[in-house]
């Protein structure tokens, strides 16, 4: 069973940045950051191979968001930020398989979430 920890959610303005982290103990061939926003499903925002470096990404975060990985911790960089963005954000582990590889169904561990609030 992977373990995971998030930090570095927060409010911010329209057009700010933020940076998440997310701790991992446990081996995991993927990881990657979801979002849930009130009266939303959960859905994927980017996920990143732990071994090469591939890296996915939802089209509305497309050149704002950068996700990244090393020695256990994945980031994910927030840019250009947007109220839309507002939404509790997860990070996973363990890919099941599947597709698409957003698709929160397709992974196994998850941690507690943490807040970003984009203001305008």
């Known amino acids: 069973q992977v373990r995971l920890v998030e930090s570095g959610g927060g409010s911010v303005q329209d057009g700010g940045s933020l940076r998440l982290s997310c701790v991992h103990s446990?081996?995991?061939?993927?990881i990657g950051w979801f979002r849930q926003a009130p009266g939303k499903e959960r859905a994927g925002v980017a996920v990143?191979?732990?071994?090469?470096?591939d890296a996915y990404y939802t089209d509305s975060v497309k050149g704002r968001f950068t996700i990244g990985y090393t020695k256990d911790t994945a980031y994910l960089q927030m840019n250009r930020l947007k109220p839309e963005d507002t939404a509790m954000y997860y990070c996973?582990?363990?890919?099941?398989?599947?597709?698409?590889?957003?698709?929160?169904?397709?992974?196994?561990?998850w941690g507690q979430g943490t807040q970003v609030t984009v203001s305008s």
């Open positions: 446990g081996y995991t061939n993927y």
């Open positions: 990143i191979s732990t071994g090469g470096g």
């Open positions: 996973a582990a363990n890919y099941l398989g599947g597709t698409p590889i957003l698709g929160p169904a397709n992974f196994g561990s």
